[in-house]
């Protein structure tokens, strides 16, 4: 079935310094989004996208999608204390119907 | 705004003992999920619904049945409960048609001893 692979799984930055999340699929995805879950609270829905080599950007995150839709990347610039959480890419597939492939997570931790 | 909640938050229950999770939505979305979530596992998929009555597995569902008898309740039920499910379990609405944005409840808590 489809496998979907999140890199690093923990990384801890200094305050200010740059983050960067990888996600890989074995398919081509039709859609991939990304969620951030905070520290004891549930997943929340960051964004989605969809078309070959999308970029996105929501103030100091962005989004990236392959050429090939079989990966995405989540680049935060300037690092926060709020941005502390684990960051989670999620895929569809053409082979899905209705779900959603999770990665494992990567676990930001920021030293102020 | 999509609304959920999950009922218990926390439950403590023994291993062989049914145990029932309850989602429930204040609007009428289609497809609703249950996932689990365990250390070094992230978010895996036990069993979804794409309408009343239509409900199919996901990639962990051994050991677990759902109903949904009406739009805004989709309920998860562990018929005998094994150690092995203890976890936090997420039920999730899609907000934007099929595999679209999903909305998150606050999770319930099982702890099977």
């Known amino acids: 079935g489809q496998q979907v692979m999140q890199i690093p799984q923990y990384q801890h930055v200094q305050e200010g310094e740059d983050f960067t999340t990888y996600c890989n699929s074995s398919?081509?995805?039709?859609?991939i989004q990304w969620y951030k879950q905070r520290p004891g609270g549930h997943p929340v829905f960051l964004i989605q996208l969809v078309k070959s080599g999308e970029v996105k950007k929501q103030k100091r995150l962005t989004f990236q999608f392959g050429e090939a839709k079989k990966n995405s990347s989540l680049h935060i610039t300037a690092t926060q204390t709020t941005d502390v959480g684990t960051y989670f890419c999620a895929g569809k597939s053409g082979g899905s119907n209705y779900t959603l492939t999770f990665g494992k997570g990567t676990l930001l931790t920021v030293n102020p | 705004d999509a609304g959920i909640t999950q009922s218990p938050r926390h439950k403590v229950t023994e291993t062989g003992t049914p145990v029932t999770l309850r989602c429930h939505q204040t609007e009428n979305h289609r497809y609703m999920y249950w996932y689990r979530q365990d250390p070094g596992h992230g978010l895996r998929l036990i069993h979804y619904?794409?309408?009343?009555?239509?409900?199919d597995k996901g990639e962990v569902s051994d050991g677990y049945s759902v109903s949904r008898s009406k739009t805004e309740d989709f309920l998860l039920t562990l018929e005998s409960a094994t150690s092995s499910q203890t976890s936090v379990y997420f039920c999730a609405i899609g907000l934007a048609g099929v595999v679209g944005e999903l909305f998150f409840g606050e999770g319930s808590r099982l702890t099977v001893l």
């Open positions: 398919t081509t995805l039709s859609n």
């Open positions: 619904s794409y309408g009343v009555k239509d409900t």
